[in-house]
């Protein structure tokens, strides 16, 4: 209890870190917004009240206390480009890019777990030539952009095959199950570099804890392999196993921004760029923020998981 | 047995690199036909013996472009691991020498950094710099690439600091600096060379998904990710035109990693 105490702490600490920095650097890059948003109508005056009515006179410590506050109370600002509420824009588009990542992440873990322990315990006399046929595989799934496999996925479900229409997100208030279709898709593309890397991290850790003496003196003390693996070997691995699919939910996130803008799905991703690209701030900095606090908080699951997993983690001990 | 399987990755990997090194350089000098002229064959015509990959909607040649865009990708992809090996070898090697305070923090704020996705800073990065900028994206990647280098290259000089020959080094009164690069540098090559092949595919991938949103590379400089993006939108009529510039991603990123995939085992000595 301690423990998850403590990092929850460092958790809230680190967000607020994270979002000072995100706020501090988009405060001294995007100059006055006042003038942009006025743009050619511009008069001193004229910006002078408006820097007052948006609060911008005001110290940017403060400025940042106001802006903590509303991100946890759904006022996000202004969008520049919209001049609707930030919150407004993109709390529907939140869901979205959740359910895209998770999909995602669950297709990672069911295909890549059971791959990576078959090719981990794999032996006998072909083990030479099946080993390279299993590099050459997973480094050529590990090449592809997600993008490139969403362009072909696209072009032969929708195009050909009339699975879906391509840019036609039903959205889920419409038609539920319709979206999780659509987003099927994307959520595949998007998993297969990571299956081929979680893969590949699973039997490379695995591999080496059997080649560890307990697991020698285990078996020269009769027990069975199998027996072995399951008991010792899987829990010893499954720390970094953890940690390492946190990354990957990060991973994924970054992911979905690029993989949204293939298939044209309206999640925070596409969001983020339009709104990098029309230079509105105040969008940029919310998604910046939301994504950042996602990566942080996967990160502090797995701790908490792993602190489970291995009592030494509780004493503030690391893992071997 | 083991021996042959090892060179395998390598040669197999060195191979198809080097001959797409070979053509990207020479799509630096000659181009079948100029990649920007509109019109020097039939407008959307599919592979050809004149055309090997065929013709977009403008009727340019896209093995031109292709070999152009790929030439873009591949110095991006180079200028932005030099950055970050340069600085981030730098960093390793000084704080896993030194150790102390310094070493400390730089490695906590290093950890905190890489748990971010790359992409992700990357692209924070280049909205405060401005987007669609070629510079801008060098600067962007090569900047978030320094942390992984610097952790990795810590980790191997961190290691060496008290092996024998280092120590022999100093009590002979060598400067720290000349048992940085003469003495322990050589020996971390093990380390750095799959960091670098490693390094080098996530640049072209991340340059690829950044000017594939459009805030990397833009026209008139053309890099495979824009290209892809331009694809995607003839992607009914002209099919191949997304094939061409998506599978030389594939290849590039594919032939680079099976060097690493050598490399790493040859050093190992495992298969």
């Known amino acids: 209890m301690k423990y998850a105490a403590k990092r929850i702490a460092m958790l809230l600490v680190t967000m607020v870190i994270v979002s000072l920095l995100a706020f501090v650097a988009f405060d001294l890059i995007s100059g006055d917004p006042a003038t942009a948003m006025l743009g050619t109508a511009a008069t001193p005056e004229k910006v002078a009240a408006l820097r007052a009515e948006l609060g911008l006179d005001r110290p940017l410590l403060v400025r940042y206390g106001e802006w903590l506050v509303g991100f946890f109370t759904g006022n996000l600002g202004i969008s520049y480009s919209y001049g609707q509420p930030v919150w407004e824009l993109i709390s529907s588009k939140v869901l979205v890019t959740l359910v895209l990542s998770l999909m995602s992440f669950v297709l990672i873990v069911a295909v890549s777990i059971p791959l990576g322990l078959r090719s981990a315990v794999g032996g006998g006399k072909l083990e030479g030539v099946r080993d390279g046929v299993r590099t050459v595989i997973n480094q050529l799934c590990m090449a592809v952009p997600p993008f490139f496999t969403g362009i072909l996925l696209s072009w032969l479900f929708g195009t050909v095959l009339h699975w879906f229409i391509h840019g036609q997100f039903p959205g889920f208030a419409h038609d539920p199950l319709g979206s999780l279709g659509y987003l099927l898709f994307a959520a595949i593309s998007l998993a297969i570099p990571r299956i081929a890397m979680t893969t590949r991290m699973l039997r490379g850790t695995i591999r080496e804890e059997l080649q560890k003496d307990y697991v020698r003196t285990a078996i020269s003390r009769g027990n069975d392999r199998k027996g072995v693996l399951r008991r010792h070997v899987l829990k010893n691995s499954l720390v970094v196993t953890v940690t390492f699919l946190a990354q990957t939910m990060a991973e994924i996130v970054a992911g979905s921004i690029v993989v949204e803008q293939v298939f044209a799905i309206p999640g925070l991703g596409r969001m983020l760029v339009a709104s990098i690209s029309s230079r509105d701030y105040p969008t940029v900095q919310a998604i910046v923020v939301i994504l950042a606090f996602w990566v942080v908080l996967a990160g502090t699951v797995a701790d908490l998981i792993n602190q489970r997993i291995d009592p030494r983690l509780r004493l503030g001990g690391r893992p071997v | ?271």
Request: glycine share 12%.
């Open chain 2, 1 to 271: 047995m083991k021996r042959k399987q090892r060179n395998g990755y390598l040669l197999a990997g060195g191979i198809l690199a080097g001959f797409l090194a070979a053509v990207i350089l020479l799509g630096l000098f000659w181009t079948p036909y100029d990649p920007a002229a509109m019109s020097v064959g039939p407008k959307l015509a599919g592979p050809s013996l004149l055309h090997p990959m065929g013709t977009d909607n403008f009727g340019r040649d896209i093995l031109s472009r292709v070999m152009q865009g790929a030439g873009t990708t591949c110095t991006i992809a180079l200028a932005t691991v030099a950055i970050g090996a340069v600085a981030g070898t730098l960093i390793g090697a000084l704080t896993g020498y030194f150790g102390g305070l310094v070493d400390e923090v730089l490695m906590r704020v290093g950890d905190a950094l890489t748990a971010f996705p790359s992409i992700l800073l990357a692209l924070v990065v280049i909205s405060l710099l401005g987007p669609g900028k070629k510079y801008n994206v060098v600067v962007a990647l090569g900047l978030v690439f320094i942390p992984s280098f610097a952790r990795v290259t810590r980790t191997a000089f961190a290691s060496l600091r008290d092996v024998n020959y280092v120590k022999s080094a100093r009590l002979m009164g060598a400067s720290p600096w000349r048992i940085l690069v003469v003495h322990m540098l050589p020996n971390t090559t093990s380390v750095l060379l799959p960091a670098l092949t490693i390094g080098f595919n996530n640049a072209v991938l991340a340059e690829a998904s950044m000017s594939f949103l459009g805030i990397g590379v833009t026209p008139p400089d053309a890099s495979l990710g824009y290209m892809l993006s331009e694809a995607q939108s003839m992607l009914t009529t002209a099919p191949w035109y997304a094939v061409a510039t998506g599978g030389t991603i594939v290849l590039l990123v594919f032939s680079v990693g099976l060097l690493g995939e050598g490399l790493q085992r040859r050093d190992k000595g495992v298969a």
